[in-house]
């Protein structure tokens, strides 16, 4: 128990006055145990006054401030002027129903104040109502209040407008939230299907790896590209215009036989009695040239007598005409004998003199 305490028992109901004592100006603590008829007072829903009326007739009215119940007892820090004047000062406690409003106070507690060593002017006694001066403490702040109103609208004002902005950068949040859950979606999804990928790629990596090797083995890869670089342009070369290699033999198949067959129609045209196909060392009966061209060199064996008309030395197979006709070629060039094809495919000469200078070939190009 502080020095400054001072407990007592007070009665609802009962007639008793109690006495206690202090000092003059002591700054009491008072510890009042209620009671409602010798039974601890139940004052749950109540509100609690102090009120004392001192002995040169000046009240103190406490109420609120510096005042806690709990239970039965009732602790009141009391206000300095309870004790400011000596002699006797009646005290009652008043209990105020929160519902109902009614009101029961105790019986009088009889503080007994002891006038101080130095007596003091009874002048600074004054009345007391401490809800008034809670209540003008209220005013004073309500004063401060209004002089600042202007910036607190203000304020206001300014707080509205950040939550304005802060409702709008929430709800852009949520779309970047929302975005981002998709992006993240979208990029498992990715990865999911980069996983294959990625083993495929590594498959492939060992594989490489392995024909790497093997081209190693080969020699110096550089020379081996430019190597298989020329067998694919003599390849393209050899294929020509074809798609691919067995058309070109197939085309050359077919070429080789046709040429067979050209070689066949023309080392076999029959000439005339008395003229030959020549097989000479400067004169060959039958010449294949590297173009294919083909030419049959032919002289008379014997006289040609002399004939006013066309007569005919050969005949030429079917489908066969020459692309060039020579004559009296060779040294022998005594007389002039014109020589034609008539559109039957006879070899024609006309020998206006009788001789044994006639001589040329019929030269024939690859195709007929």
């Known amino acids: 128990m502080a020095i400054n305490d001072l407990t007592v028992d007070l009665d609802l109901k009962q007639n008793l006055n109690i006495y206690t004592v202090c000092k003059?100006?002591?700054?009491?603590?008072?510890i009042c145990n209620i009671y409602d008829n010798s039974v601890q007072a139940d004052l749950a829903n109540y509100n609690v006054r102090l009120v004392a009326m001192k002995s040169d007739n000046i009240p103190l009215v406490q109420e609120h401030t510096g005042i806690t119940l709990?239970?039965?007892?009732?602790?009141?820090?009391?206000?300095?002027?309870?004790?400011?004047?000596?002699?006797?000062?009646?005290?009652?406690?008043?209990?105020?129903?929160?519902?109902?409003?009614k009101r029961k106070a105790t019986f009088n507690l009889v503080l007994n104040v002891i006038p101080s060593a130095l007596e003091v002017n009874a002048s600074i006694s004054t009345a007391t109502y401490t809800l008034l001066q809670e209540l003008e403490n209220k005013l004073d702040q309500a004063g401060d209040y209004l002089q600042n109103i202007d910036q607190a609208i203000e304020l206001n004002n300014e707080l509205k407008k950040q939550n304005t902005n802060a409702t709008s950068n929430v709800l852009n949040l949520n779309t970047q939230n929302t975005n981002a859950t998709k992006n993240i979606s979208d990029l498992m999804s990715q990865n999911n299907g980069a996983s294959p990928n990625i083993s495929n790629l590594e498959i492939q990596n060992t594989q490489a790896e392995t024909n790497i090797e093997a081209?190693?083995?080969?020699?110096?890869?550089?020379?081996?590209?430019?190597?298989?670089?020329?067998?694919k342009t003599e390849i393209q070369t050899a294929r020509g215009t074809e798609s691919n290699l067995d058309a070109r033999l197939d085309k050359v198949d077919t070429s080789l036989s046709e040429i067979a067959k050209k070689e066949s129609d023309l080392t076999s045209i029959p000439f005339l009695s008395g003229f030959t196909a020549e097989d000479t060392t400067s004169i060959n009966g039958y010449t294949k040239m590297k173009d294919e061209t083909v030419k049959i060199w032919f002289a008379c064996s014997g006289t040609f007598s002399a004939s006013t008309s066309w007569q005919s030395i050969a005949t030429l197979p079917s489908g066969y005409r020459p692309s060039k006709i020579v004559y009296n070629s060779g040294n022998l060039n005594s007389i002039f004998t014109p020589i034609r094809v008539d559109s039957s495919g006879s070899l024609l000469a006309y020998m206006s003199t009788s001789g044994n200078s006639l001589r040329g070939y019929i030269e024939f190009l690859a195709s007929k």
């Open 70 to 101: 709990l239970n039965n007892i009732v602790k009141i820090e009391a206000d300095s002027q309870l004790t400011t004047t000596s002699g006797k000062t009646l005290i009652e406690l008043q209990f105020n129903n929160k519902i109902t409003g």
């Open 215 to 231: 081209l190693k083995k080969l020699g110096d890869v550089t020379q081996l590209a430019q190597d298989v670089t020329n067998l």
């Open 24 to 30: 003059q100006l002591d700054e009491l603590a008072l």
